[in-house]
């Protein structure tokens, strides 16, 4: 069946370092949204992506959109406290079935 | 954020009992959402809503009964869980369907016993 895995589970950092999460669906996705998730808190939209190779910045987070529709990736520049929380993609495959990933949880060392 | 609400926060209930969840959205969106998100799992999709007719339910037993009496609002009855069922369930809205970005509300943190 439909598969969204990212990739890693869980990643530490030291503030100031980067982070990067990958994500990986099984079959084609129409587009792919982030979200973020603070502990004890819901998901929040970031930022969604519709065409193949798609890149886009917010701050210090760029999002790209593999050429394939199949994968993604989120990237932080010199992480800080406020990056901590989980993150998901998600997106609706060809068949309009809507899938979320299953997550990085990123924790920041200050 | 209010743009979506869920009440109660937080419910206790026993295999037995019947209780509902209840959300709203003050956002206008046409479309709502039942999510159910376990520990270690991903967010699971369980019924989507679009104009107030249920447009998906994907797999979920019986137990678990939606009612979108109209946009804004979207209800969960539950009957007879099972310990299993014990999750966060999130609702959300976005206008246009899933292929738009989603409002989620705070979640009702469920617990059976």
């Known amino acids: 069946g439909q598969q969204v895995m990212q990739i890693p589970q869980y990643q530490h950092v030291q503030e100031g370092e980067d982070f990067t999460t990958y994500c990986n669906s099984s079959?084609?996705?129409?587009?792919i949204q982030w979200y973020k998730q603070r502990p004890g808190g819901h998901p929040v939209f970031l930022i969604q992506?519709?065409?193949?190779?798609e890149v886009k910045k917010q701050k210090r987070l760029t999002f790209q959109f593999g050429e394939a529709k199949k994968n993604s990736s989120l990237h932080i520049t010199a992480t800080q406290t406020t990056d901590v929380g989980t993150y998901f993609c998600?997106?609706?495959?060809?068949?309009?079935?809507?899938?979320f990933g299953t997550g990085t949880s990123l924790t920041v060392i200050p | 954020e209010t743009g979506v609400t869920q009440t109660p926060r937080h419910l206790v209930m026993g295999m037995t009992n019947k209780k509902s969840l209840k959300c709203e959205q003050h956002?206008?969106?046409?479309?709502m959402y039942w999510y159910k998100q376990s520990a270690k799992k991903p967010l699971e999709l369980m019924f989507v809503?679009?104009?107030?007719?249920?447009?998906e339910n994907n797999s979920v037993p019986s137990r678990f009964s939606p009612e979108c009496p109209n946009s804004s609002h979207l209800f969960l009855h539950l009957h007879t869980l099972q310990p299993e069922d014990s999750a966060l369930y999130l609702c959300a809205s976005s206008q246009g369907g899933r292929n738009y970005e989603q409002y989620f509300g705070p979640g009702t943190r469920l617990t059976v016993t």
């Open positions: 992506l519709v065409k193949s190779g």
């Open positions: 079959t084609t996705l129409s587009n």
């Open positions: 998600a997106g609706p495959n060809t068949g309009n079935q809507f899938y």
């Open positions: 809503y679009s104009l107030e007719e249920r447009v």
């Open positions: 956002l206008g969106h046409n479309a």
